[in-house]
Nanobody
Framework: QVQLVESGGGLVQAGGSLRLSCSAS????????MGWFRQAPGKEREFVAA????????FYADSVKGRFTISRDNAKNTVWLQMNSLKPEDTAVYYCAAHFGTLYSANYYDDHFYDYWGQGTQVTVSS
């Protein structure tokens, strides 16, 4: 069973950057599609970005496209989310998730499709 731990969250001013990390243990993530989701207070969890097991396919929510970049290093069992040009509306708890197998256009954004989740890391963007 894969365990996921997020780190890198914090408080940043609008326009700033943060880099979130998701470190996996208990198994290799090389066969897992990986995703980032976020949940703001009073709102449902929403998709942010995903990357297929090979790293060749990436997917982004429209709200973060052009500002966020997801990447992975299977040898390090780690996935990152580089967040630039942060906005107050990006404030949320960010979760890393893993799905065993390929992510497709029909499912990469669906949190029910993911098998394992981290505990989350708080990102707060001040205006």
């Amino acid at each position: 069973q894969v365990q996921l731990v997020e780190s890198g969250g914090g408080l940043v001013q609008a326009g700033g950057s943060l880099r979130l990390s998701c470190s996996a243990s208990g198994g290799t993530i090389s066969r897992y599609g990986m995703g980032w989701f976020r949940q703001a207070p009073g709102k449902e969890r929403e998709f942010v970005a995903a990357i297929n097991w090979s790293g060749y396919s990436t997917f982004y929510a429209d709200s973060v496209k052009g500002r966020f970049t997801i990447s992975r290093d299977n040898a390090k069992n780690t996935v990152w989310l580089q967040m630039n040009s942060l906005k107050p509306e990006d404030t949320a708890v960010y979760y890393c998730a893993a799905h065993f197998g390929t992510l497709y256009s029909a499912n990469y954004y669906d949190d029910h499709f993911y098998d394992y989740w981290g505990q989350g890391t708080q990102v707060t963007v001040s205006s």
